[in-house]
């Protein structure tokens, strides 16, 4: 259960020179864990299960940032709205319409990231880039609307391979995805900056490719036990 300081100060001077921070990962972790990091001066955590976040979030110091890093339905939403920061995988116009309304009840502005379908496995959520097109024309056309969101970036997962090439390429790919909505679509948005791509096994990679944000969880937490939730 404990947690490894020395592989959270390495990943914080790693990270240093590319200006990316970092998301702590602890699905599954108790509160304790948590706590720990945070005296740390961790204070972005990533969680993947609605209620186990609002579980974690009602105990625990109000200005940790928290990151939904999950799949998310619709029909959850409520659930974050009132204290999520960013929400790291949108894959829907539904789900950004449902974000939106669900930010405006509680009167507040949530990050959202689109989640790029980069990996090869059927497995991974996201959005090829058709799909994202149409939802960002959408939301271009529309775009008084939608007030109490902003689009802040783009996530994605590369394939589970020991293929680094492949990883980096994957990843590579992503940052040529992000630039070219940077110049298109979102050219007057300042706040379209992250590029959320890197965990535990990947990050090195994913930070030579430009990561702005790494979602680590087993380097700093170790690894999870699933059949304790
Ligand atoms: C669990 C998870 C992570 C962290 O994975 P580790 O390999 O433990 O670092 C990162 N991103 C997402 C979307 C996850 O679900």
Redesign the pocket.
């Known amino acids: 259960m404990a947690i490894n300081l020395v592989a959270y100060q390495q990943i914080l001077q790693e990270l240093n020179p590319y200006n990316a921070r970092l998301v702590a990962?602890s699905?599954t972790k108790p509160a304790e864990d948590i706590t720990a990091l945070y005296e740390a001066g961790q204070r972005i955590f990533?969680e993947?299960y609605v209620q186990e976040m609002t579980e974690k979030q009602g105990v625990l110091p109000s200005d940790i940032e928290w990151h939904f890093?999950?799949h998310l339905q619709s029909n959850k939403v409520k659930y974050i709205a009132p204290y999520v920061h960013t929400i790291?995988?949108v894959d829907s116009l539904k789900l950004l319409q449902e974000i939106n309304k669900q930010a405006a009840k509680n009167q507040r502005i949530i990050n959202c990231l689109l989640q790029v379908h980069i990996a090869d496995e059927e497995t991974k959520f996201g959005m090829d880039v058709n799909e994202i097109e149409s939802l960002l024309t959408a939301f271009t056309e529309n775009q008084s609307v939608y007030a109490n969101i902003r689009i802040a970036g783009l996530m994605g997962?590369a394939t589970n391979t020991d293929d680094e090439s492949k990883i980096r390429s994957e990843f590579h790919q992503l940052h040529e995805i992000f630039n070219n909505i940077r110049n298109t679509f979102l050219k007057d948005h300042s706040y379209f900056k992250e590029l959320s791509i890197g965990?535990?096994?990947d990050y090195h990679i994913a930070l030579q490719e430009g990561s702005t944000m790494v979602?680590?969880?087993?380097?700093l937490f170790g690894n999870?036990n699933y059949s304790q939730i």
């Open positions: 990962v699905k990533g993947n890093i999950g790291h995988a997962m965990m535990s096994a979602r680590i969880g087993s380097l999870r």
